[in-house]
């Protein structure tokens, strides 16, 4: 772009045409499974604005000329799909699945891998955000390791936005968020700053972030390149915005990745109810593998 374009006078009075709405919809629809409802179009329009900014573009308009008329959509791709995904997360959300990972699911994973010296469990976190549910998984397993001593973990967490995957990488906390994470567990697995600034944070001891990978992933690919024999694979809250259609597709080939016996869980929202797949519900939106 040659120069900079004139920004309206009152950034609010800028709009999506409900055609280029429309236009954008369909594509996150198409490409990564998202579903955009008209009624999501104000919460869209804030987010594209700060990337009208960034741009140096003068609207939102231009935004969508520069999109689909000037070649501009490979190079903004990456940006578009940051801006319009939702990446609400929490360290211990729904904490009675941590504990049924802790007091059962992964008992009866070593009871099946009996024969094997300190098997490696692999945990996929298949909607990972910013990394609240990864390293929540890698703080309960690490307590359970030092209480058995008879396995190993690894954890992948994968997303489709390279933004909440940097972050996940980084991971440094806002201190309000890491809340829920109990006490004992905080002084094990949380280092402060020694002098903490105006908005104090928080990051992941280098032990845990040593057993986690990221990688960015779109669940809407027809194949992904992960291992065939994971053992847990957590699938929370996400589903929710796909159609029943890709919702049965995402879900097969996610469980064509678990080695049998292994589980997969889903948001208490969520349910397999009405898909093609055939697992065994062992408590309330987890699943086993036969």
Do not use: C
């Not at 609010?12 to 409802?37: N, Q, V």
């Not at 972050?167 to 440094?172: C, I, L, T």
């Not at 040593?210 to 992933?217: D, M």
């Amino acid at each position: 772009m040659s120069q900079l374009l004139a920004r309206p006078e009152n950034a609010d009075d800028d709009h999506l045409s409900l055609r280029d709405f429309t236009r954008i919809a369909d594509l996150i629809g198409a490409e990564i499974g998202i579903k955009l409802p008209p009624a999501k179009r104000l919460m869209i329009e804030g987010r594209l604005r700060k990337r009208v900014r960034a741009l140096g573009l003068g609207s939102l308009d231009h935004y969508s000329a520069y999109l689909f008329k000037s070649d501009g959509l490979k190079a903004e791709w990456p940006h578009l799909i940051n801006a319009v995904t939702t990446n609400k997360t929490d360290f211990f959300r729904e904490p009675e699945h941590f504990e049924l990972l802790e007091r059962k699911l992964v008992p009866a994973l070593l009871d099946l891998r009996r024969g094997e010296q300190k098997p490696l469990l692999k945990v996929w976190s298949a909607a990972s955000s910013t990394g609240a549910e990864v390293y929540t998984l890698a703080m309960v397993l690490a307590d359970l390791v030092a209480q058995r001593h008879d396995f190993r973990f690894a954890i992948l967490g994968t997303d489709i936005s390279t933004a909440v995957l940097a972050e996940g990488e980084r991971a440094v906390y806002p201190a309000d968020l890491v809340t829920p994470v109990p006490p004992a567990k905080a002084q094990r697995y949380l280092m402060h700053a020694r002098k903490p600034g105006a908005r104090p944070e928080v990051r992941i001891v280098p032990e845990l972030r040593r057993l986690v990978h990221f990688a960015r992933l779109n669940l809407m690919d027809q194949t992904y390149p992960f291992d065939r024999d994971v053992d847990v694979i957590f699938l929370r809250n996400v589903l929710i915005y796909f159609d029943k259609a890709d919702q049965e597709k995402v879900i097969l080939r996610l469980v064509d990745h678990l080695r049998p016996g292994g589980y997969l869980l889903l948001g208490h929202s969520e349910s397999m109810i009405g898909t093609a797949v055939t697992m065994r519900q062992v408590a309330p939106a987890v699943f086993q593998k036969g």
